[in-house]
């Protein structure tokens, strides 16, 4: 059977496309181009968090299949840094949402109440699955939790509130499969399972503490060289010994309140995140690495999605309560501080150190290339 050709405004379905920046009325032509606008952005940031979703997924579906072949890192490593790539075009469409004045938006804002950005079930669904707890989260306004957000008017559950329920029972989250993935990580070559695996772990948590230790303190020093006061003396010694006591801390998980299985496993976790940033020339994880890399400049772009939301909206309608009951501006400020999801890969840039002071690496061999056989 002979394909028909193909024609752009088919594939593209531009008609179609065209048709939808209505908003509430039968077409766009009654609108002013600041409500067609508003309308449009939204729409584009919809169809970004669309694509975020879907490389989120195959992320997240490589890292909760162990063993993560090694040769499929670069694969994931690109799909994170095309998410990354994704929320920072979303967060750049502030600066077009900005051309409009403030007179200009309260012109149709009324229109919108109660519909909130809070109800973007696609961003929720990124939140989810990257792994943001409940407990975590902030309250909007009015709503009993961020799900009570998302049904329609009469308490029914609309499409945003199906898609969030169902990304709920989506599991593992990323944040856990990556964990999963940290934990079994083989640190001076032993992995969960071997024989005298806690031993070599703990042995090289103490050697890597010291050496931390060793460079705070010489920081230290250096520090106290330039004091003036006695004073001075005392707040770098107290501070510089608190930044040695909370590394040891977090190395050993002791600052969480958890029983003692969760402890010992989240501490190899954090061993072998700092393992894998301290020896990453090593073959074998040099892509590990770059994976830690990829998903803290996701973070990172997210963080500055949600700081540039705040800064539109604050520049567009000041601190007047959200549409959606929300306190606006402080909300969004507030989001900005506390969604993290990958708390430990950011953590452990305060316990790195210099190359030349990280202690020897046993079993260096486990980290080189295979040679064929």
Known sequence: MTRKPTAYWDYIKVEELL?????????????????????????????????????????RNLFATPPVPEQALASAARGIRRMTQLISHVAGH???????TTRDYLAFRDKLNPASGFQ??????????LGLSDVDRIPLGHEHSYMSALKNQDGTPSSAYQRVAARLEDKPTLLEAVSDWLYRTPINGSTPGDAGDDAKVAAFIEAYAAAHAKCANEALAIAKSSTLTPSDVERLEKRYAGEIAGARAFLLAEDLDVDAATRARVSRQRAALVFIESYRELPLLAWPR?????????????????????????????????TGGSSGVDYLDQTALRYRIFRDVWAVRTLLVRQTELPSLANIEAYGFATAT
């Open 94 to 100: 502030f600066e077009i949402m900005e051309t409009m």
């Open 19 to 59: 048709a939808l920046q209505r908003g509430l009325e039968s077409s766009d032509a009654g609108l002013s181009n600041d409500e067609v606008l508003f309308i449009t952005v939204h729409q584009i940031d919809e169809l970004w968090f669309k694509l975020v979703l879907r490389e989120l997924v195959t992320v």
């Open 290 to 322: 770059v994976i830690i890399d990829e998903l803290l400049a996701f973070e990172q772009a997210f963080v500055i999605f949600r700081q540039r939301h705040a800064r539109m909206v604050e520049r567009v309608i000041g601190r007047r309560t959200g």
């Open 120 to 129: 973007s079930g696609q961003l929720r669904e990124i939140e989810v699955l």
